[in-house]
C-alpha cells in the first residue's frame, strides 16, 4: 500500500516510470500481478519488472528462507523482525538508480515508512540520505535523488493521502505469506488493518476469515 500511494504521487507530479523487483520472496507472484494492475491503472507505461537472485540465496528473512517462519502476533517495533531482509532496499534502489540514469530521470521515489512500521533499519532518514551521497559520487552527473515522501508519515496517514489521491488499494498486496487472500496475522497484514481502521476506512483487499 505504501508503494502504490507513493506511485500515485509519483504520477501527480512527474512523468514517471516504475520499477519491480522480485526476489524470492513468498509471495512474488502475487506482488508482481500486483505491481502490473497498479501501474495499469495510474496509466504508467513504462515499466522495468527485473529479478533479484542474490537475496533468495543469501536468505536470512522469513520473506526469503522457507525454514524460518513468518511471524504472527508479536509485538511489532520492540526488535528488529526476522522478516527483515538484509539490506533490501539498496539493491532495490541501485537497480532504480541505474535505469534513472539511462531515462535521465532525477528522481527516485521509494515509499519506505520509518514510525508505525516495523523497525526496519533501511527504512530510516539517515539510510537515504546516505544513498543520495553515494548517488552524487557514483553516477555520471550526480543528479539523481532518492526521495521518501512517505518517510515521516503515520500508516492511517497514508490511507488518507492514498483516498485523497485515488490510489488503487483494491490492487495492492502487503501479506507477507498469503497470495490469494491475505493472512491478517502478520506485521505487514496487522499493521495495514489498523492503518485503515484508524482512518475510518474500508481495506478493499480479500482477508482469510
Ligand atoms: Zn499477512
Not at 128 to 139: D, V, W
Amino acid at each position: 500500500m505504501d508503494s502504490c500511494v507513493c506511485a500515485a504521487l509519483a504520477v501527480r507530479d512527474h512523468d514517471a516510470a516504475a520499477v519491480h523487483v522480485s526476489y524470492g520472496q513468498r509471495t512474488e507472484e502475487r506482488e508482481r500481478k500486483s505491481f502490473l494492475a497498479v501501474c495499469e491503472r495510474l496509466g504508467i507505461e513504462n515499466r522495468l519488472v527485473t529479478r533479484n537472485d542474490a537475496l533468495r540465496a543469501i536468505g536470512g528473512s522469513a520473506l526469503t528462507d522457507p525454514n524460518i517462519a513468518v511471524p504472527e502476533g508479536h509485538t511489532i517495533g520492540q526488535e528488529i523482525p526476522v522478516t527483515y531482509v538484509p539490506f533490501r532496499n539498496a539493491h532495490f534502489l541501485a537497480v532504480a538508480v541505474s535505469w534513472a540514469e539511462v531515462l535521465g530521470a532525477e528522481k527516485v521515489y521509494i515509499g519506505a515508512v520509518e514510525q508505525d512500521s516495523s523497525g526496519y533499519p533501511d527504512c530510516r532518514p539517515s539510510y537515504y540520505a546516505a544513498f543520495n551521497a553515494l548517488i552524487r559520487q557514483g553516477t555520471k552527473e550526480g543528479n539523481i535523488e532518492v526521495v521518501a515522501p512517505l518517510i515521516a508519515m503515520k500508516k492511517a496517514q497514508i490511507v488518507r493521502l492514498g483516498l485523497e489521491l485515488n490510489a488503487p488499494f483494491d490492487l495492492t498486496w502487503s501479506c507477507y505469506q498469503g497470495e490469494t487472500r491475505a493472512c491478517g496475522k502478520c506485521d505487514s497484514c496487522r499493521l495495514r488493518l489498523r492503518a485503515f481502521e484508524e482512518a475510518g476506512a474500508k481495506d478493499p483487499i480479500p482477508y482469510a476469515a
